[in-house]
């Protein structure tokens, strides 16, 4: 049983570009949540996805948006980016009514 | 707004000690309270949680204990080994939230 999978594993891009991440929850997990981790930081939650749906949001600006799929599986994507945007973007999934939330090996992205 | 304090952020003890990492939540609806273990690079893993129910739980080696009235919540490790060294972060959440505020993190090193 495959755990949360996340591509890619390192991305650099350059100041104003866009970005998509990817996202493939654990098997039977039907909601993804999305977290911005910079260096020496704890995770920031940016919004969760069910039903194809944000549910919620955390406080960032609208430069992050993201999607659900039917087969759960998710993106985030990040307009303009700023170099501000560098961190670690980690995944998170669980199933329905439960609670723990299982993370995503993260992408690394470096924005120069 | 919703904060969790965590200390210390730094914490070194020799191998067989116990360790004890506190943190403290600002949003008395909070009702759910995982434990990450994040060794360098890798993802957050989910060590322990404890949900506002239950004053404490202890899985082997690792106990985590709850004060609401407080608002603190503190993980404890007794007889610690060197793969216990990483970074932890306490997170609290409330009732039909996907939102987990995380500490700081604690940089745990146990010397052999």
């Known amino acids: 049983d495959a755990g949360v999978t996340q591509s890619p594993t390192h991305l650099i891009k350059t100041r104003g570009q866009q970005v998509t991440l990817r996202c493939s929850p654990k098997?039977?997990?039907?909601?993804v949540s999305w977290y911005q981790q910079a260096l020496g930081q704890g995770p920031q939650f940016i919004f969760q996805y069910y039903e194809e749906e944000e549910r919620q949001r955390g406080n960032f600006p609208d430069r992050f948006s993201g999607h659900q799929f039917p087969n759960y599986s998710s993106e985030l994507n990040v307009n303009a980016l700023l170099l501000g945007d560098s961190a670690l973007y980690l995944c998170a999934s669980r199933y329905g009514g439960m609670e723990t939330q299982y993370f995503g090996p993260g992408t690394r992205l470096l924005v120069l | 707004g919703e904060n969790v304090e965590q200390h210390p952020s730094t914490l070194s003890v020799q191998e067989g000690d116990s360790a004890v990492i506190k943190c403290t939540y600002s949003?008395?609806?909070?009702?759910?309270f995982p434990w990450y273990k994040q060794e360098l690079g890798k993802r957050p893993q989910l060590i322990i949680d404890i949900r506002s129910n239950v004053g404490e739980k202890k899985d082997q080696r690792i106990a985590v204990t709850l004060n609401k009235t407080a608002k603190h919540f503190s993980l404890h490790i007794t007889e610690t080994q060197p793969e216990d060294s990483a970074v932890y972060f306490c997170a609290a959440s409330g009732a039909n939230t996907d939102k987990l505020i995380f500490g700081t993190g604690t940089r745990l090193q146990v010397f052999p």
């Open positions: 098997s039977g997990h039907d909601t």
């Open positions: 949003d008395s609806a909070s009702n759910y």
